[in-house]
């Protein structure tokens, strides 16, 4: 089973800067396997990222993702209000599907 | 975009099963290849259970195989979970999804919270 382990478990920063939450993987993995999702309260994931670097449909190009090996980072170039929120990461490459247990990102 | 709707009891004894549906709109079930279930919890977080393939074969999490059945109904374009002997540490708001092992991951429905309770 591959674990997923994310940092900072919090990340406080204000309206327009940049976040770089990073996700790492307890042994390599391939980087077509490794999503990222935003969850806000009372609200499902949503995917933002795939095959670590792919933008799903309707994320904003203020997202990125990249890394390969072990390592992986979702950046946001530039907070927005809407940002905020929790995200998690994903590795689905293999059984079991993981996910890490999450980067709040909040209001400083 | 397919839109999902996961229905079912809220409330499950424990020893119980607990048995979900998920309704699939905006497309064919048999259209998109891989149909998942997870689920969440404060303190396990995201937690994969398992999915089905249209075809019909099946993976589950280890943590959960001996437990867990997920089927399809084309004729209804939905699938289903069913999860064996519940105790409370089966409570979680529990997804159904697109995506899987090797598949893209997308759409979520809204999700549906179960407590495991007497």
């Known amino acids: 089973e591959v674990v997923l382990t994310q940092s900072p478990g919090t990340l406080s920063l204000s309206p327009g800067e940049r976040a770089t939450l990073s996700c790492r993987a307890s042994?390599?993995?391939?980087?077509?396997?490794i999503a990222w999702f935003q969850q806000k309260p009372g609200q499902a994931p949503r995917v933002l990222i795939y095959?670590?670097?792919y933008r799903a449909s309707g994320t904003p190009d203020r997202f990125s993702g990249g890394g390969s090996g072990t390592d992986f980072t979702l950046t946001i170039s530039g907070l927005e209000p809407e940002d905020f929120a929790v995200y998690f990461c994903?590795?689905?490459?293999?059984?079991?599907?993981?996910f890490g247990a999450g980067t709040k990102v909040e209001i400083k | 975009q397919v839109r999902l709707q996961e229905s079912g009891p809220g409330l499950v004894k424990p020893s119980g099963t607990l048995s979900l549906t998920c309704a699939v709109s905006?497309?064919?079930?048999?259209?998109?290849?891989?149909w998942s279930w997870v689920r969440q919890t404060p303190g396990k977080g995201l937690e994969w259970i398992g999915e089905?393939?249209?075809?019909?074969?099946?993976n589950y999490n280890p943590s959960l195989q001996s437990r867990v059945t997920i089927s399809l109904d084309m004729s209804k374009n939905q699938f289903s979970l069913n999860l064996t002997s519940v105790t409370a540490a089966d409570t979680a708001v529990y997804y159904c999804?697109?995506?899987?092992?090797?598949?893209?991951?997308?759409?979520w429905g809204q999700g549906t919270l179960v407590t495991v309770s007497s």
């Open positions: 042994q390599r993995v391939a980087t077509s396997y």
């Open positions: 905006g497309g064919s079930i048999i259209a998109n290849n891989w």
């Open positions: 994903q590795y689905y490459g293999s059984s079991p599907i993981t």
């Open positions: 095959g670590s670097s």
């Open positions: 089905i393939f249209h075809g019909g074969s099946t």
């Open positions: 999804a697109t995506g899987g092992i090797r598949g893209r991951p997308g759409d």
